[in-house]
């Protein structure tokens, strides 16, 4: 097995310049152990001790508006929001966490689960922001939205917001539609972990580059390049070294989701409901999904949410990249706020009058 401490050689490469390793507590790492990686934001960072994990965020807006929780994407960082933070604050308080294993948080190997980011989050509220919140999340932000609508404290959530996330999707055995492996992010994530290790233990960036070309099954490459054409965005790589890639090992294997299938989760959702749906696309020789949740999977949400008695609003926006909030924020904050409005939590933002056009929502 690798060590969970980094060595010299590999925080040179992630920093650019020369290092010395900070201890390792537990086999877990904290910001300072890689301070050299981080670049400076647009908005102040915090920091607070959760127990387990310092948990690093940005917060942004006046303590009299309704405040927003938002939860960046896989490999994404709080900074991902800061244009829709910015955007935001005009009517809200506005918070974006570094999630365990990702930004300035802890980094906790062995230790990435579903249940122990909501539940880092259900802390998190309690310390923090110390009031009721709206929640946000992209992708796997989006399916620990999900968690929140389920699983907070009675009184902690008012309304979620699952941005294009991979429900179902993003499990080994779902219950409905295509797995993790069937999909293009699946094989991506084996790739990193692969060539990058736990904790950046392997470090060949150079060799995870030529995997991409040489080790993802033939449909994915052909699929990305129809969907970056379509949605007339070229690729955006992740800052991977803000990353514990020990996260896609866990989302590859399962791990993520033991104790916490999705269908369970979502049969508990107690809050309103949006989901906004992206770019998708079944390959037609190999059956894979391109994109982060299929028409399937969403109207089997829609039917766990709405048979627990809870309003499910759909947005459905097939031109648009994975990421809303990162691609076009006037579009994210005027979606998000019209449906916060339109559920009595908050005013809506009019940014925008040239929103990509949508589908309706299904009824």
């Not at 009031?131 to 404290?153: E, N, Q, T, Y």
């Not at 109207?299 to 949410?305: D, P, T």
Request: charged share 20%; hydrophobic share 35%; with cysteine.
């Amino acid at each position: 097995m690798a060590s969970n401490q980094p060595s010299g050689k590999l925080l040179d490469s992630l920093a650019g310049g020369s290092t010395t390793p900070g201890k390792c507590q537990g086999g877990y790492l904290e910001a300072s152990d890689r301070e050299s990686i981080f670049r400076k934001h647009a908005f102040p960072e915090h920091t607070v001790d959760l127990g387990e994990v310092r948990m690093n965020y940005a917060v942004v807006g006046s303590d009299s508006n309704p405040a927003i929780l938002l939860i960046p994407a896989q490999a994404e960082s709080w900074w991902g929001y800061e244009e829709a933070m910015r955007l935001l604050s005009e009517s809200y308080q506005v918070y974006a966490v570094d999630l365990r294993g990702q930004g300035r948080s802890t980094w906790t190997p062995g230790r990435y689960s579903l249940d122990n980011f909501g539940n880092d989050l259900v802390r998190f509220i309690d310390l923090v922001i110390k009031r009721p919140v709206i929640v946000s999340g992209l992708s796997s932000g989006g399916v620990l939205s999900a968690w929140m609508s389920a699983f907070a404290k009675p009184g902690q959530v008012l309304g979620c917001v699952y941005e294009d996330p991979p429900l179902f999707a993003s499990e080994l055995t779902p219950a409905v539609g295509h797995s993790i492996r069937q999909s293009i992010a699946g094989p991506i994530f084996r790739i990193w972990h692969k060539w990058l290790g736990s904790q950046w233990s392997v470090g060949d960036a150079d060799g995870m580059h030529r995997a991409m070309a040489q080790e993802l099954p033939g449909w994915i490459p052909k699929a990305m390049a129809t969907m970056m054409e379509e949605t007339k965005i070229g690729p955006v790589p992740p800052d991977l070294k803000e990353y514990d890639p020990e996260w896609a090992e866990a989302f590859w294997t399962g791990s993520v989701a033991v104790g916490c299938e999705h269908e369970n989760m979502l049969k508990h959702v107690k809050v309103p409901v949006l989901l906004t749906h992206h770019y998708r696309r079944v390959d037609p020789h190999s059956g894979g999904l391109a994109g982060a949740i299929s028409d399937v999977q969403v109207e089997h949400v829609k039917n766990l949410v709405e048979g627990g008695g809870n309003s499910f609003s759909y947005r459905s926006f097939p031109q648009m990249p994975h990421s809303m909030h990162g691609h076009d924020p006037a579009c994210y904050v005027a979606t998000v706020t019209a449906w916060i409005e339109e559920k009595g939590l908050g005013k809506a933002s009019r940014l925008s009058s040239d929103l990509p056009s949508r589908d309706k929502a299904r009824m």
